[in-house]
């Protein structure tokens, strides 16, 4: 790979940097619109006191391995915890993605080719919407054009130098990603089907698989944690919801795909985007096919790197992870594979290639500009409205469904406020999966929830703030196997219980929010202590509880194994 980019030319090298900067261009548009609760949970990830600390952290909040988090960790201490400091991380790698992705394609076709392949990864909507996010996806995306170039590299030329790094890259891959472990299977299985063509032996081949595995073992304890935590937000489908899982995101990766369903429709949108799938693995056919014409390492190359694109994307789409954001790290396998079939039209129709190009670059500029200034999280305006409201008066923030608790606490984390949440009533900026379920599940969560708000209101709490992460207006309803419609029954509960003073809602492009202000009073019937609340004691703590360090999370660790 590194040569591929030594041996550019000054013009090539030229386009290849405006493709870059153009990319760049497009994903900084997003870096004003703020977090949402992924990249909140990156946040309280990173800002532990220590380095165990952040580790113990991911054991139970986390659904990722440590690698993304250790650099952005570093990266605070250097540029802050703002918005745009904490975006700017993903931001370099993205860039760095679109320049191996070059690299990647360059292994397999020529040099307009590859050209081709950085410019549909620039312009690429996914790509772009979600490299500025403050999770893993732009490191992964990067890796894996740098891991896969390296492996090609490795097995057709039998290069030991790109097989040591592809060794050492896969290995920080699959410590950045666990889609990185399925990415690797799907390299596998492909050099399987194509072991005719290798130049080296099979046991070189192993022995780079399980050198990665070996090194993955001191990580399998807590892959195994996160593996059995799951997702239980998420549902369970069968045989039949996983194939049309498999082809819905295959259609994803095609470009263009994501304006297509708004000018024509899901229905047709999906069969236009499946036609030009065909047609670009078909291309990919056309190159091997005529393989003895063309040098070795392209004819092996391409078809190998189009089919582990597929078998990625099946893997992936299998275990029943239907969200766009788990293919956004196989992008560039794919756009290589379309970059060969752009190649073919451009052959035979130049000129209806040149405006299919420039019609993804309008589409980019039309995702980049329609998503700029959205905010991703009502919450950042939901915190600014609260504080304002609520000056002088001592009031009780209560989040439902809790969830959504790190994105507003990372905007409050400079107020002297404590969150509550339901189900998990303390510390729910701490998400944790582990348990998630059952503490929605508890029989009394409803009226254990009023008796705290109760005894907060006759320990001298005036106002209640309730947010929540839906609309007004809209119904709170279960997600997946979690009964999170309790949410709505608590609010229903509190609006029959206190007097409503304003509510209004705060768009959001991934999690919209809305804020109901209630005006508290004590009940006639004060509640027994439960759970470790009295009065007394509230009356006592009421001022240290309304006044907690600025960064949260340097609180006592108890909460993350309760």
């Not at 550019?8 to 030229?14: E, F, H, K, P, W």
């Not at 740098?146 to 890259?169: E, N, Q």
């Not at 790197?305 to 396998?333: D, E, K």
Request: net charge positive; glycine share 6%.
């Amino acid at each position: 790979m590194a040569e591929a980019l030594m041996g550019l030319r000054s013009r090539t090298a030229v386009v290849l940097g405006l493709i870059v900067i153009a990319g760049v261009a497009l994903r900084s548009a997003l870096l004003g619109n703020g977090l949402w609760r992924d990249e909140a949970y990156s946040y309280f990830d990173v800002t532990t006191p220590t380095l165990g600390a952040m580790f113990e952290h991911i054991w139970w909040t986390e659904s990722n391995p440590p690698a993304f988090f250790v650099l952005l960790r570093g990266w605070t201490e250097l540029f802050g915890v703002s918005e745009v400091s904490l975006k700017m991380l993903p931001l370099v790698w993205s860039a760095g993605a679109i320049a191996a992705t070059y690299a990647l394609a360059r292994t397999c076709a020529s040099k307009s080719t590859a050209l081709g392949a950085a410019f549909l990864l620039a312009v690429s909507t996914p790509a772009i919407l979600f490299g500025t996010d403050v999770r893993p996806y732009a490191m992964a995306q990067c890796l894996t054009a740098v891991d896969v170039a390296l492996y090609v590299r490795a097995i057709s030329r039998g290069d030991p130098r790109s097989l040591a790094a592809w060794v050492v890259c896969s290995i920080v891959a699959v410590f950045t990603q666990y889609i990185s472990i399925l990415l690797l299977a799907a390299l596998a299985l492909a050099t399987w089907l194509f072991r005719r063509a290798l130049v080296v032996s099979w046991f070189t081949i192993a022995f780079g698989f399980c050198a990665v595995a070996l090194a993955f073992v001191s990580w399998m304890p807590t892959f195994l944690h996160h593996v059995a935590a799951g997702e239980p937000w998420s549902r369970s489908y069968g045989p039949i919801g996983r194939l049309g899982f498999i082809l819905a995101a295959l259609a994803w990766t095609c470009p263009a795909s994501t304006h297509l369903p708004e000018l024509i429709g899901s229905s047709a949108s999906f069969v236009v985007s499946m036609v030009v799938f065909v047609f670009a693995v078909d291309a990919v056919a056309v190159r091997h096919r005529r393989g003895p014409s063309l040098p070795d390492v392209s004819a092996f190359a391409s078809p190998l790197v189009a089919t582990t694109a597929i078998l990625s994307c099946v893997f992936v789409s299998a275990i029943g992870y239907l969200q766009i954001r788990y293919i956004v790290p196989l992008l560039p396998l794919f756009v290589v594979v379309y970059a060969d079939a752009f190649a073919r039209l451009l052959e035979r129709r130049p000129i209806v290639g040149r405006a299919v190009l420039a019609l993804l670059a309008l589409e980019a500029l039309a995702s980049t500009a329609g998503a700029t200034g959205r905010p991703e999280s009502g919450m950042r305006a939901v915190a600014a409205q609260a504080r304002a409201s609520v000056r002088g008066e001592v009031a009780t923030w209560l989040v439902a469904p809790d969830d959504a608790a790190p994105t507003l606490a990372y905007y409050l984390r400079s107020s002297p406020v404590t969150l509550y949440g339901v189900p998990r009533w303390d510390h729910p900026e701490y998400f944790r999966v582990g348990g998630y379920l059952a503490a929605w599940k508890k029989p009394d969560l409803i009226g254990d929830a009023l008796r705290r708000v109760n005894d907060l209101a006759c320990s001298g709490n005036t106002r209640l703030l309730f947010v929540k992460r839906f609309p007004l207006g809209t119904k709170i309803v279960d997600i997946g196997g979690l009964p999170t419609s309790r949410a709505g029954v608590l609010e229903a509960a509190l609006r029959r219980r206190y007097a409503v003073l304003t509510e209004k809602s705060y768009d959001g492009v991934n999690e919209p929010a809305a804020l109901v202000d209630f005006r508290l009073s004590c009940s006639r019937f004060r509640t027994k202590a439960r759970n470790g609340i009295n009065h007394a004691a509230a009356g006592r703590s009421r001022a240290s509880s309304t006044a907690v360090p600025k960064n949260p999370i340097q609180r006592s660790r108890r909460w993350l194994r309760a």
